[in-house]
């Protein structure tokens, strides 16, 4: 197959090996946008090694993220068989075989990027159904093995004391903490800091929008948002990574459901290079397109 060209703007990537979880947390990013189709097909590993090794990331790291990309059963053969050039980033729950893990990659398998705060293993901390003891520990055994790892605590209303007692676990054992927004509705009131406010306010409206991320789901299709992605929305998909003639584009896509987007993508955040005020994705509602 051909080599396939990111747009220049493309500013992340993620692909989603399986959306299985171990967790069942009520506040689920997953779930914001409607109830996350979890049990889904899954492609086998030499289509993900073929329509993976195919791109040209450029600088861009390849980030795994699910529901928890390690419950994919082919994980460590797709690790195994990317191109070594390919910069890794994980996003983990961390609940799997921490040893196996080590046993299986090596710290130089994963993005090397400089900045400080920049973690190419990033382990999400769910206060409500995680034991923090048993987090730091594996976080530990992963630093020791010089991974560059960090834990990343979620600042719902509900996790306020445990993160902060969290904090300072971290602080004391020289780990990486640091707070991420809470995204979405708790008790009446929206959370999170938004570039389009309106596309969360439960209201359809037609828009057309374009998006600086590649998101590919657990069945290889190329999708343009988080919910479509999550929801499985396969009529929205924009391709699949095992399509011959592939071609990923930065273009503006009609939409039908604007007011129900997922909060990931229109909330102000980083970009890769850890700079604020980032929004993934571009808006024009149907009503301003002409103007």
Known sequence: MKTVKLPERCNYIETYLTLRCPLECSYCINNQSGKAARERAELPVQQWVDGLNRIDFGNVPLTFGGGEPTFNRDFYTLMDRLRPDIH???????????????????PERFNNCK????????????????DSSALIKKVLKLQDK??????FGLNHPLNIQQNMEMADMACKNRIFFFIKDFLGEYNDKMFGFYN?????????????????ELLIGPEGNIYRCHRDLYLLDVDSAVANISDPDLKIEYIFRPCKNYGNCNPCDVK????RFLQMGHCSVEIIEQDNVNK
């Open 88 to 106: 890794i980033d994980l996003l983990t729950n961390l609940q799997f075989d921490v040893d196996k893990f080590i046993s299986k990659l090596s």
């Open 115 to 130: 900045l400080p705060a920049y973690k190419s293993i990033r382990v999400s901390y769910h206060a409500e159904t995680m």
């Open 146 to 151: 010089d991974f560059n790892v960090g834990i």
């Open 196 to 212: 389009y406010p309106d596309a969360l306010d439960g209201i359809p409206k037609k828009a057309t929008c374009r998006t600086r």
């Open 268 to 271: 102000i955040k980083t970009n």
